[in-house]
């Protein structure tokens, strides 16, 4: 599968510990996105890469969240001290640098499911 | 700040029938314009996308949408569902030249064999 990988799919936890989470994205695309989604809504923009730089960041990315890409492949993204409201599905999405970013397509991840305790 | 609303949550039709999904967004300047569907089980996926031209587009699986830029709206239309059309579908909008989207909540839809 070429596809946008994500790991863990599910990851259970206990409020006040750290989580991390993987994402591999389509080996061509340069483009990295991280959103998160709870029930009944849509995808929530936390942050974006280019290559290995976080061009763009929500104000929910500060504080107990960060996110790296380290070598421009695949992405990281950590929750210290995790909270009830963290629960949520956590999507990465991938794009390639055909054009500027926002008239690419972005091929999404299966997302991993965040259930606090 | 930006925004996507989608008018209708969930949405119930019979095969054949067609299908309109509301979508409004507030921006100030000049955006690009996505639908995105998840099908039960499956990831998001792009069903279509504006940019300039023509405002009528058309996506895959027969489906359209319509950018009506005075009315800040992209409309998602189909003329004839299908049951395997049963999904989710999202409208999602990014300022050009930006990189952050903004997703609307999303319309369940369910199609009636």
């Known amino acids: 599968d070429t596809g946008v990988s994500q790991d863990p799919r599910h990851k259970i936890t206990k409020r006040g510990q750290n989580v991390t989470f993987r994402c591999d994205p389509i080996s061509e695309h340069n483009r990295l996105y991280w959103y998160r989604q709870t029930l009944g809504q849509g995808p929530e923009f936390l942050t974006y890469f280019q290559n290995e730089a976080q061009l763009e960041k929500s104000r929910l990315l500060s504080d107990r969240f960060s996110a790296e890409r380290p070598k421009g492949s695949f992405s990281t993204l950590e929750i210290q001290r995790t909270e009830q409201g963290d629960s949520a599905m956590y999507l990465c999405?991938?794009?390639?640098?055909?054009?500027?970013?926002?008239?690419?397509?972005?091929?999404f991840g299966p997302g991993t499911r965040l259930t606090v305790l | 700040a930006q925004s996507v609303s989608q008018h209708n949550h969930h949405v119930i039709l019979s095969e054949a029938a067609s299908l309109e999904l509301g979508c409004n967004y507030s921006?100030?300047?000049?955006?690009?314009l996505f639908w995105y569907v998840q099908y039960p089980g499956q990831h998001l996926q792009l069903l279509l996308k504006y940019f300039s031209g023509d405002p009528l587009v058309k996506g895959i699986k027969g489906f359209e949408a319509e950018f009506i830029k005075s009315k800040f709206s992209f409309n998602l239309r189909k003329p004839s569902v299908q049951w395997s059309d049963t999904a989710e579908y999202f409208c999602?909008?990014?300022?050009?030249?930006?990189?952050?989207?903004?997703f609307g909540a999303g319309t369940r839809l369910f199609v009636k064999a």
């Open positions: 999405a991938s794009s390639p640098d055909l054009l500027a970013a926002s008239y690419n397509e972005q091929f």
């Open positions: 921006y100030g300047g000049t955006v690009n």
């Open positions: 999602a909008v990014t300022p050009t030249g930006g990189f952050k989207t903004i």
